[in-house]
C-alpha cells in the first residue's frame, strides 16, 4: 500500500525558513520522480517543485524559485523542501505526490500546513 506522510509544517515569520519531508512507503521511491504541491484556501492546487528519480532534474513553480530547494534521499525513501524567506503569499497545505506510471496510480500525502504570520 503506497503511503507519503508529510511532516514539517508549522508557523513561521515572514523571512522565515521550514524544512518540509515526505517519507514514502509501499513503492519503489527511487524509480519515481516526485513532486511537491501547495494549497491554499479558496485557491486551485499548484505544482510547486518537481524532482527527478536521480535529483538530476529539478523544476520550480516560478513564485519559489530562488527561494526553495527540492531535494531527495532515496536510501530514506525521503522527498525534502526547504523553503526559504517565505513570503505572506507562501500559506498553504503542501503536498507532496508520487505520479502515476502506467498502472500504478498517483498518490497523495494528507498534507503539511505552513502559515506565515508576523
Known amino acids: 500500500q503506497v503511503q507519503l506522510v508529510e511532516s514539517g509544517g508549522g508557523l513561521v515569520q515572514p523571512g522565515g525558513s521550514l524544512r518540509l519531508s515526505c517519507v514514502a512507503s509501499?513503492?519503489?521511491?527511487?524509480?519515481?520522480?516526485m513532486m511537491w504541491y501547495r494549497q491554499a484556501p479558496g485557491k486551485e492546487r499548484e505544482l510547486v517543485a518537481y524532482i527527478s528519480s536521480t535529483s538530476r532534474s529539478k523544476e520550480y513553480a516560478d513564485s519559489v524559485k530562488g527561494r526553495f530547494t527540492i531535494s531527495r534521499d532515496n536510501l530514506q525513501n525521503t522527498v525534502y523542501l526547504q523553503m526559504n524567506m517565505l513570503k505572506p503569499e507562501d500559506p498553504a497545505v503542501y503536498y507532496c505526490q508520487k505520479p502515476a506510471a502506467g498502472a500504478d496510480a498517483v498518490a497523495w500525502g494528507k498534507g503539511t500546513l505552513v502559515t506565515v504570520s508576523s
Open positions: 509501499g513503492f519503489s521511491f527511487m524509480r519515481y520522480p
